[in-house]
């Protein structure tokens, strides 16, 4: 069933097209699932369905999936670790979102590099157009060939050719977290998620 509906929105997504639109057009959709904090599914490689089923996602199972349809396109991806604060100035945030942005620990942020046209190029299908307004920096009109920005003002750039040892890192980084470093990322997270949501819906 979880390959059963990326095969199918896969070939949904890209019948009829040339190279590259195929890859314009998987990026929009993926791009396009509104960006949510959800919970870590145990198994990475349930990640790719998860999104397509429940139409929403962060920056992690966009990219798994994104990097997956690259692939069955006949493009080299790698998986990205850009480390950065939430703490970004130009977003919108409520008060009390921006004052968790300052305490939590830093964020582990995920996006892919692809090899097209002989050079490796940035892809980043993180936030959903539906919150620009917001703040946060939205890849729009992606030519298919070059960089597209980055979600986060990312402090480093660590690549990894499989998502599971991405995976592995980011894992390995969050456990020296403290108690109260999980308590308060908890905290952001849930706040987060209504805050984004409660913003959608007074948009539409």
Same mark, same amino acid.
């Given at each position: 069933?979880?390959?059963?509906?990326?095969?199918?929105?896969?070939?949904?997504?890209?019948?009829?097209?040339?190279?590259?639109?195929?890859?314009?057009?998987?990026?929009? /959709?993926?791009?396009?699932?509104?960006?949510?904090?959800?919970?870590?599914?145990?198994?990475? /490689?349930?990640?790719?369905?998860?999104?397509?089923?429940?139409?929403?996602?962060? !920056?992690?199972?966009? /990219?798994?999936?994104? @990097?997956?349809?690259?692939?069955?396109?006949?493009?080299?991806?790698?998986? @990205? #670790?850009?480390?950065?604060?939430?703490?970004?100035?130009?977003?919108?945030?409520?008060?009390?979102?921006?004052?968790?942005?300052? #305490?939590?620990? !830093? @964020?582990? /942020? !995920?996006?892919?590099?692809?090899?097209?046209?002989?050079?490796?190029?940035? #892809?980043?299908?993180?936030?959903?157009?539906?919150?620009?307004?917001? @703040?946060?920096?939205?890849?729009?009109?992606?030519?298919?060939?070059?960089?597209?920005?980055?979600?986060?003002?990312?402090?480093?750039?660590?690549?990894?050719?499989?998502?599971?040892?991405?995976?592995?890192?980011?894992?390995?980084?969050?456990?020296?977290?403290?108690?109260?470093?999980?308590?308060?990322?908890?905290?952001?997270?849930?706040?987060?998620? #209504?805050?984004?949501?409660?913003?959608?819906?007074?948009?539409?």
């Amino acid at each position: 069933m979880a390959i059963d509906i990326v095969l199918e929105k896969f070939n949904q997504w890209i019948s009829g097209l040339n190279d590259r639109q195929a890859r314009i057009a998987v990026f929009n /959709h993926i791009r396009d699932i509104p960006y949510s904090l959800v919970p870590e599914i145990p198994d990475i /490689h349930e990640w790719a369905s998860s999104i397509l089923k429940n139409n929403k996602g962060s !920056c992690s199972p966009k /990219h798994i999936l994104l @990097g997956s349809m690259f692939v069955q396109l006949g493009i080299k991806v790698k998986y @990205g #670790v850009y480390p950065f604060s939430w703490d970004n100035p130009a977003i919108k945030y409520p008060q009390n979102l921006r004052e968790l942005s300052r #305490v939590i620990p !830093c @964020g582990y /942020h !995920c996006a892919i590099k692809a090899y097209i046209d002989n050079k490796w190029v940035l #892809v980043d299908a993180t936030w959903d157009p539906a919150v620009g307004r917001l @703040g946060f920096p939205i890849n729009e009109n992606w030519d298919g060939f070059s960089d597209t920005l980055n979600a986060v003002i990312a402090r480093d750039e660590i690549l990894f050719d499989k998502p599971d040892e991405r995976m592995d890192f980011v894992k390995n980084k969050k456990s020296f977290w403290t108690d109260k470093e999980k308590t308060d990322y908890k905290q952001f997270i849930d706040e987060f998620n #209504v805050w984004l949501l409660r913003e959608r819906k007074s948009a539409s």
